[in-house]
């Protein structure tokens, strides 16, 4: 896991990366929490449009129950995910990409907005698994 090594000992700055390995999510939750950050994680595959990926966003993140369901809502629900770091694993990203580029593309904004924020603590979103062509940097595994 030398890429998210990287970023949890700080070498690397956090942000959204696409991360090609198959390191099954108990390791690299038992990776992450063991160094001291919180883990969540999604699973594309049981949300294929803007209305699902949110609310199993909400629940992967634990947030309220008034969360809007909506991408603002998302943005301001994000910054309260505060503390020593947060690691988003987001299986199976493409599901979405290729239903609803366009929510998918704001999604992806909505994380990297929030990891460009550091006064609020750390954040990583990992796009694990093959897809559409993005914009986004890929993470060593």
Same mark, same amino acid.
């Given at each position: 896991?030398s890429?998210?090594?990287?970023?949890i000992?700080? =070498?690397?700055?956090?942000?959204?990366f #696409?991360?090609?390995?198959?390191?099954p999510?108990?390791?690299?939750?038992?990776s992450?929490?063991h160094a001291?950050?919180?883990?969540?994680?999604i699973?594309?595959?049981? =949300? #294929?449009?803007?209305?699902?990926?949110?609310?199993?966003?909400?629940?992967?993140?634990?947030?309220?129950? =008034?969360?809007?369901?909506?991408f603002? &809502?998302?943005?301001? !629900?994000?910054?309260?995910?505060?503390?020593?770091?947060?690691?988003?694993?987001?299986? !199976?990203? &493409?599901p979405l &990409?290729?239903?609803d580029?366009?929510?998918?593309?704001?999604?992806?904004? !909505?994380?990297?907005?929030?990891?460009?924020?550091?006064?609020?603590?750390p954040?990583?979103?990992?796009l694990?698994?093959e897809?559409?062509?993005?914009?986004?940097?890929?993470?060593?595994?």
């Amino acid at each position: 896991m030398s890429g998210l090594a990287g970023i949890i000992a700080g =070498h690397l700055g956090p942000g959204v990366f #696409q991360w090609h390995t198959a390191f099954p999510p108990g390791e690299v939750q038992h990776s992450v929490e063991h160094a001291g950050w919180r883990f969540a994680y999604i699973d594309g595959l049981t =949300h #294929q449009d803007k209305a699902a990926f949110l609310g199993t966003v909400a629940e992967a993140l634990a947030f309220p129950d =008034h969360f809007g369901r909506n991408f603002d &809502a998302l943005t301001d !629900c994000l910054r309260d995910v505060d503390g020593d770091g947060t690691v988003l694993l987001w299986d !199976c990203w &493409a599901p979405l &990409a290729r239903s609803d580029r366009r929510a998918f593309d704001i999604a992806v904004d !909505c994380f990297a907005g929030r990891a460009r924020d550091q006064q609020l603590g750390p954040f990583v979103t990992l796009l694990r698994g093959e897809g559409p062509a993005i914009d986004v940097p890929v993470l060593d595994a």
